[in-house]
């Protein structure tokens, strides 16, 4: 079974720093994708950033990257120079290709706060 | 911005009435997925659908929720005899068929149903 596991119920972080979201995973397919999205407090659900299992490099978008350790089986979340507006909850979620039904499985999540 | 699209935005019910959540994937997107949010949690898989046909409704209530996908116009999530616990957000997602079955999900705003 699929497990995705978000430690930091909060976080804060100053403008302009970096921050590291950490995000876990477990699951016994090989081939599989590690996906994170941002919602604000407007409700909506908003995809970042996507890493594949076999994918030799880090995703990158932007200010957004992935620390992908495959072993150790985390894919954290990386926000490089935060701004006000990064302040939102963040979802790690994973699919794995084994499963016919395509779901996504989420985490609980981490509240990001970026104080001025 | 052909997104997806998800009606109404928030839906008020009284007890014992029916709700019936609207979603239109985005343009060339043949897979819907309906999850569901309590508040201060993660989303949970509910049904997954393309055309005319429930592929994974492994995480539906066994009674009064019930989905479909027309061959023509939008998927449809349909809760009857409402209950206070199916106070939540639902949401839509859709994709397109990609290689490997890791395409990502575009999720749309959301349904905030409230339950009186």
């Known amino acids: 079974a699929q497990k995705i596991t978000q430690t930091q119920p909060g976080m804060f972080v100053q403008e302009k720093e970096a921050v590291t979201l950490d995000c876990t995973y477990d699951t016994s397919d090989p081939s599989y994708g590690l996906f994170w999205y941002k919602q604000p407090s407007s409700g909506e659900m908003i995809f970042l950033i996507y890493?594949?299992?076999?994918?030799?490099q880090n995703a990158t978008e932007g200010r957004y990257s992935l620390n992908f350790q495959k072993a150790r089986k985390s894919a954290n979340l990386v926000i490089s120079a935060s701004q006000l507006g990064d302040s939102a909850m963040y979802f790690c979620a994973m699919r794995d290709s084994g499963y016919a039904g395509n779901m996504l499985t989420f985490g609980g999540g981490t509240r990001l706060m970026v104080k001025p | 911005n052909a997104g997806v699209m998800q009606n109404p935005r928030h839906l008020v019910r009284r007890r014992g009435q029916e709700a019936r959540l609207r979603c239109s994937p985005m343009k060339g997107h043949s897979h819907v997925y309906w999850y569901r949010q309590l508040p201060e949690e993660g989303l949970k898989f509910m049904v997954y659908?393309?055309?005319?046909?429930?592929?994974?409704e492994s995480g539906m209530p066994k009674e009064r929720f019930s989905a479909e996908f027309p061959k023509e116009g939008p998927s449809i999530l349909r809760i009857q005899q409402v209950v206070r616990g199916d106070s939540a957000a639902y949401f839509c997602?859709?994709?397109?068929?990609?290689?490997?079955?890791?395409?990502?999900?575009?999720f749309g705003p959301g349904t905030r149903l409230l339950v009186l």
């Open positions: 997602a859709s994709s397109t068929v990609g290689i490997g079955g890791l395409e990502t999900q575009y």
């Open positions: 890493q594949g299992s076999y994918d030799q």
């Open positions: 659908l393309q055309k005319e046909n429930i592929i994974d």
